[in-house]
């Protein structure tokens, strides 16, 4: 764990290499993408237990996040998707299967999009696709916690009142962003996981149609769970992270439906 240079700005980036390789396994790289107004030391701990010992993995906190400083720009997602492309070029430096929460989902959303080439894989948690999905950003309701200006400080050494400048920004950003179509989500090609709680802050139909706008999907609500289902239920979200990784070839069911198409012209093509 440590700071490198990326492209001229000191970001926290974060490896975990498998202490061996595992029977089957090929030791990928995965690249974790941690939520808005949060860091990789977060929420990183509920997703390794199912990936430490058979991926390379890596994480780092995006501009104004976590122990990364400002720069200017960071608050809008084509800024984040660009940093986390040089991420992937410069310090991956090959194709890697992307898990983003919240903020992070949205942001290998847009990746899958802009570079297939990068991408092997996405899993997409709690994530909304468009700002027009049922959820609400009001700046006005803006509260910054005693313990969370402390850590901004003990993380960053930046001044304490960029701390509410930094929120409210993404707050205004929420309000706006993110906005891919329909025919945006069409493009991604790549296997994908679309994992959410069964009480999100955003629409389940807004979930339902990020799911049924990526051909190559699978979707996963976890019962009793909100926006923060990595951490109430992070079990059994690991083995939904596993039982995906386990075998990542589209989906041949025995009673196909939203996928007949598909599935008649792979059977055809045998």
Same mark, same amino acid.
């Given at each position: 764990?440590s700071y490198?240079?990326l492209?001229?700005?000191q970001?926290?980036?974060?490896?975990?290499k498998? /202490?061996?390789k @595992?029977?089957?396994k090929?030791?990928e790289k $995965?690249l974790?993408?941690h939520?808005g107004?949060s *860091?990789?030391?977060?929420?990183?701990y509920?997703?390794?237990?199912?990936?430490k010992?058979t991926?390379?993995v890596?994480g780092?906190d995006r501009?104004a996040h976590g122990r990364? !400083? $400002?720069r200017?720009g960071?608050? =809008?997602f084509?800024f984040?998707?660009?940093?986390?492309?040089?991420y992937l070029?410069?310090v991956? !430096?090959?194709p890697a =299967?992307?898990?983003?929460w *919240?903020?992070g989902? %949205?942001?290998?959303l847009? +990746?899958? @999009?802009a570079?297939?080439?990068?991408?092997?894989?996405? +899993?997409v948690?709690?994530?909304n696709? =468009?700002h027009?999905?049922?959820? *609400?950003h009001?700046?006005?309701?803006?509260?910054?916690?005693?313990?969370?200006?402390?850590e901004f400080?003990?993380r960053?050494?930046?001044?304490?009142?960029l701390?509410?400048?930094i929120? /409210?920004?993404?707050?205004?950003?929420w309000?706006?962003e993110?906005?891919l179509? =329909?025919?945006d989500?069409? !493009?991604?090609q790549s296997?994908a996981?679309?994992?959410?709680?069964?009480?999100e802050?955003f629409? *389940?139909e807004?979930?339902?149609s990020?799911?049924?706008a990526?051909?190559n999907? /699978?979707?996963a %609500?976890v019962?009793g769970?909100s926006?923060?289902?990595?951490?109430?239920k992070?079990e059994?979200?690991?083995?939904l992270?596993n039982?995906?990784y386990?075998?990542l070839?589209?989906p041949?069911t025995?009673?196909?439906?939203r996928r /007949?198409e +598909?599935?008649?012209?792979?059977?055809?093509d045998?």
């Amino acid at each position: 764990m440590s700071y490198i240079n990326l492209r001229g700005h000191q970001i926290w980036s974060v490896q975990y290499k498998p /202490r061996f390789k @595992i029977l089957n396994k090929t030791n990928e790289k $995965v690249l974790l993408l941690h939520g808005g107004l949060s *860091s990789t030391e977060d929420w990183d701990y509920t997703i390794l237990p199912a990936i430490k010992r058979t991926h390379h993995v890596y994480g780092y906190d995006r501009s104004a996040h976590g122990r990364t !400083k $400002v720069r200017e720009g960071y608050y =809008h997602f084509e800024f984040q998707r660009d940093e986390a492309i040089a991420y992937l070029e410069d310090v991956v !430096k090959e194709p890697a =299967h992307l898990i983003g929460w *919240s903020d992070g989902g %949205i942001i290998a959303l847009y +990746i899958a @999009i802009a570079r297939p080439d990068l991408v092997k894989s996405i +899993i997409v948690i709690g994530a909304n696709y =468009h700002h027009d999905c049922g959820a *609400s950003h009001d700046p006005e309701t803006i509260e910054i916690k005693d313990e969370d200006l402390k850590e901004f400080i003990d993380r960053t050494g930046q001044e304490p009142k960029l701390l509410e400048e930094i929120v /409210r920004k993404a707050y205004q950003v929420w309000s706006t962003e993110p906005r891919l179509t =329909h025919d945006d989500l069409c !493009k991604i090609q790549s296997p994908a996981l679309i994992l959410a709680g069964d009480d999100e802050p955003f629409t *389940s139909e807004h979930t339902f149609s990020l799911y049924e706008a990526i051909e190559n999907a /699978r979707l996963a %609500i976890v019962p009793g769970t909100s926006h923060f289902v990595v951490k109430e239920k992070p079990e059994l979200v690991q083995v939904l992270i596993n039982d995906f990784y386990n075998n990542l070839d589209f989906p041949m069911t025995k009673w196909p439906n939203r996928r /007949r198409e +598909i599935t008649d012209q792979m059977i055809g093509d045998i």
